[in-house]
């Protein structure tokens, strides 16, 4: 059986915490075995991430950091089949959506080389102000320190990397837990950073259960907490973490609006991928639709076909849409979410059951939702998206913003001030017109607002979040 050591800075070695076992979600079966961190583990990755910055990355060139990211990058390009063949086994998300994955960790990689060199201070005109004669100003960017990075089971290439490739530009060191569920993924990524020249000790990635993910937070000298997951787990993050820098890139239940001016077949078209790719498991996936009374038919009746067309079944085969959910327990949550809105009144017009696989839900499309139900005002995670009707803009938008979450958002129109109208009043951290809610590009500022989320991820955005502004003034008088 395949056994995997923790990632401690910079080298493979084995854990002090209770094994933990990797499974195939297709199949059930176990794929590997991984050790864990204990807290002695994780205490000795932050001293020597601490230690790393003070003596290392914080004074290496700039031209030194963003060398080692391009490198990285250029391994992970050639090692990119492999790490798409991994994470589809222990995930169950299908190969092409992996393999589409791993070429965007390349981007990210290169997007942070490019903002180290760009992205910089200002000066500051002192004497614009009376009494700064004399004077000049700095504001210069520098690294918060030790990072501490928590990433998701969903897209572990992408969600690591855009926590790791930006601190790591900006001269920060990073101790990484990766999700219970895709440990192995991750993992590489570490072999792919030390074999770029990344400086020993930059870098700790530390597999583990919740006892992991809270020692490492709370570490005094860690100065930066980076989490993606959902609201419940940030805010017991936030009640443990004392006066940290914060970035958190939440849950959500994305609204999209069909407009009576849309085109319809655009929207249904990227409607159901947004809706039902990686069975629904991404944060930005399309959950809630919303269409205009006078185009509701119609639109249905050309999403529903196009939902029959998604194929289930093996991940490694090329032509799945939907591989499998990444455990029974979330299989039987959203089985149990669609029995309750059926009981109270909603109506299935596809799916609403397994698959006869026994690993997968059916995609599946409920009209006749009250704001109350699960499945309309909590994240579903899963291949299930709910259809509204409504009358005006205004109903749109407060349907829309009717929600605890405001990560992203999707309006289908070809009304150029009825765009703006919904980009002005739309209560989320980013949206796309003629785009789905899960549309978005790796430059983009990403994140949300309400309990979706703090600060942004995302090219230079995300650079940002990994330095503080520090105010020097020269006195030349």
Aim: net charge neutral; hydrophobic share 45%; with cysteine.
């Amino acid at each position: 059986m395949n056994r995997k050591g923790i990632w401690f800075a910079g080298e493979e070695r084995a854990g002090r915490g209770q094994p933990l076992e990797v499974r195939i979600p297709f199949t059930d079966t176990q794929l590997a075995t991984v050790d864990t961190a204990s807290v002695e583990d994780v205490s000795e990755a932050v001293e020597a991430a601490y230690a790393c910055f003070k003596s290392t990355t914080r004074l290496l060139p700039v031209h030194r950091r963003a060398g080692i990211l391009i490198k990285a990058a250029e391994l992970l390009a050639e090692r990119a089949e492999d790490l798409a063949m991994t994470l589809a086994r222990e995930s169950g998300k299908p190969i092409s959506l992996c393999r589409v994955e791993a070429r965007r960790g390349t981007e990210i990689l290169h997007l942070a080389a490019e903002s180290a060199r760009f992205v910089t201070g200002e000066v500051v005109p002192m004497d614009a102000l009376a009494g700064g004669d004399g004077r000049v100003g700095l504001a210069m960017r520098t690294p918060f320190g030790v990072v501490a990075a928590l990433s998701p089971f969903n897209a572990p290439i992408n969600l690591s990397l855009q926590k790791l490739a930006p601190a790591l530009a900006a001269g920060c060191t990073v101790v990484l837990k990766p999700a219970e569920q895709t440990p192995l993924t991750v993992l590489k990524l570490g072999e792919i950073f030390s074999d770029a020249g990344l400086p020993r000790g930059a870098l700790s990635i530390l597999p583990g259960r919740a006892d992991t993910g809270q020692a490492l937070v709370s570490h005094p000298r860690v100065a930066l907490v980076s989490f993606t997951g959902s609201s419940a787990v940030a805010e017991k993050i936030q009640a443990s973490v004392g006066i940290k820098k914060l970035i958190y890139e939440l849950g959500s239940n994305s609204p999209n609006i069909v407009c009576v001016d849309a085109d319809l077949d655009l929207a249904a078209r990227s409607l159901v991928q947004a809706a039902f790719n990686s069975s629904g498991q991404i944060c930005v996936s399309a959950q809630r639709i919303y269409i205009q009374s006078k185009v509701y038919d119609d639109f249905l009746d050309r999403f529903l076909p196009l939902v029959d067309t998604l194929k289930i079944g093996d991940p490694m085969d090329e032509a799945v849409s939907l591989g499998s959910l990444i455990n029974p327990a979330a299989l039987a949550r959203i089985e149990s979410w669609v029995a309750e809105a059926v009981r109270e009144g909603a109506r299935i017009l596809k799916g609403g059951r397994r698959h006869e696989g026994g690993r997968n839900y059916m995609p599946t499309v409920v009209a006749d939702v009250t704001p109350a139900m699960k499945i309309q005002c909590q994240e579903i995670f899963g291949p299930v998206v709910t259809v509204n009707r409504f009358e005006t803009d205004d109903e749109a938008i407060r349907l829309a913003n009717d929600s605890a979450y405001g990560l992203r958002a999707g309006v289908y129109t070809r009304d150029l001030k009825r765009a703006f109208l919904y980009a002005r009043d739309l209560e989320v951290g980013g949206m796309s017109i003629n785009d789905s809610s899960r549309f978005r590009l790796d430059n983009a500022p990403s994140a949300g607002v309400k309990r979706s989320g703090l600060g942004r991820e995302g090219g230079r955005y995300a650079y940002e979040e990994y330095t503080y502004l520090k105010f020097v003034g020269l006195n030349l008088a």
